[in-house]
T-cell receptor
Framework: DAGVTQSPTHLIKTRGQQVTLRCSPISGHKSVSWYQQVLGQGPQFIFQYYEKEERGRGNFPDRFSARQFPNYSSELNVNALLLGDSALYLC???????????????FGDGTRLSIL | TQLLEQSPQFLSIQEGENLTVYCNSSSVFSSLQWYRQEPGEGPVLLVTVVTGGEVKKLKRLTFQFGDARKDSSLHITAAQPGDTGLYLCAGAKTNAGKSTFGDGTTLTVKP
C-alpha cells in the first residue's frame, strides 16, 4: 500500500512569491497534518485537518493556509515567501482526528522548499 | 507552551555499544511517539506509548514512558551502523489539535 505522498519533492522560489504544496494521505486516513522542519531542528506543527475541517493551528503567520479536499488530500499554501520559509515541509496522516490517541502519524518524505 | 527537550543533542559511539537517549517535558502527554529520520527523508515511526510506565521492545530498541507521562527514554543495545540517524520524540494531548516534537538526538554509530 502507498504511504503518504507529497509533491513536489523540491521547489525553488524567490522572495515574495507564493507556493502550493500537495499531500495525499494513506488510504483510509482522514487526518492530515503539516509541519515545517528547519535544518537542525525538529518538525514544527503548522496545521491539522480532519474531515475537511481545521482541527488545530500552530504558531505560524496568516501567510500560511491550508485546506483538505473530499478525498482527504491536502494543500498547504504560503504567500509572500520570506527567506526564513526555506525548510522541509512535511505532511503526516493518521486514522484518528485526535493526535493524542494511540493512532500515530505517518509521514511523507516532504517537500524541500528553497527561497532565494 | 508544551516543550519536549531531547538529550543528548549529538551522540557518537562505536558499533556494539549500548546507549540511551532521553525525551523530557514539564507537560503531561496522552501519547508519545518515537521516530527515526534519515537525511532527505521523512520521520519513520518506531513506537507509540500511551500508558504511564509502559515499556515496549522492538528488537534491540527498548522504549519507556515515564509513570507521570511527562518523559520517555529510548535504549539501544549493541548499536549497529544502520541505527545511525536522527531520533525524534513527539507528544500530544487528547483533542488538543497539535503535536509537539523535540529537536532530536543525532546518533552516529561507527563501524
Amino acid at each position: 500500500d502507498a504511504g503518504v505522498t507529497q509533491s513536489p519533492t523540491h521547489l525553488i522560489k524567490t522572495r515574495g512569491q507564493q507556493v502550493t504544496l500537495r499531500c495525499s494521505p494513506i488510504s483510509g486516513h482522514k487526518s492530515v497534518s503539516w509541519y515545517q522542519q528547519v535544518l537542525g531542528q525538529g518538525p514544527q506543527f503548522i496545521f491539522q485537518y480532519y474531515e475537511k475541517e481545521e482541527r488545530g493551528r500552530g504558531n505560524f503567520p496568516d501567510r500560511f493556509s491550508a485546506r483538505q479536499f473530499p478525498n482527504y488530500s491536502s494543500e498547504l499554501n504560503v504567500n509572500a515567501l520570506l527567506l526564513g520559509d526555506s525548510a522541509l515541509y512535511l505532511c503526516a496522516s493518521s486514522l484518528s482526528g485526535d493526535l493524542g490517541s494511540n493512532q500515530p502519524q505517518h509521514f511523507g518524505d516532504g517537500t524541500r522548499l528553497s527561497i532565494l | 507552551t508544551q516543550l519536549l527537550e531531547q538529550s543528548p543533542q549529538f551522540l557518537s559511539i562505536q558499533e556494539g555499544e549500548n546507549l540511551t537517549v532521553y525525551c523530557n517535558s514539564s507537560s503531561v502527554f496522552s501519547s508519545l511517539q518515537w521516530y527515526r529520520q534519515e537525511p532527505g527523508e521523512g520521520p519513520v515511526l518506531l513506537v507509540t506509548v500511551v500508558t504511564g510506565g509502559e515499556v515496549k521492545k522492538l528488537k534491540r530498541l527498548t522504549f519507556q514512558f515515564g509513570d507521570a507521562r511527562k518523559d520517555s527514554s529510548l535504549h539501544i543495545t549493541a548499536a549497529q551502523p544502520g541505527d545511525t540517524g536522527l531520533y525524534l520524540c513527539a507528544g500530544a494531548k487528547t483533542n488538543a489539535g497539535k503535536s509537539t516534537f523535540g529537536d532530536g538526538t543525532t546518533l552516529t554509530v561507527k563501524p
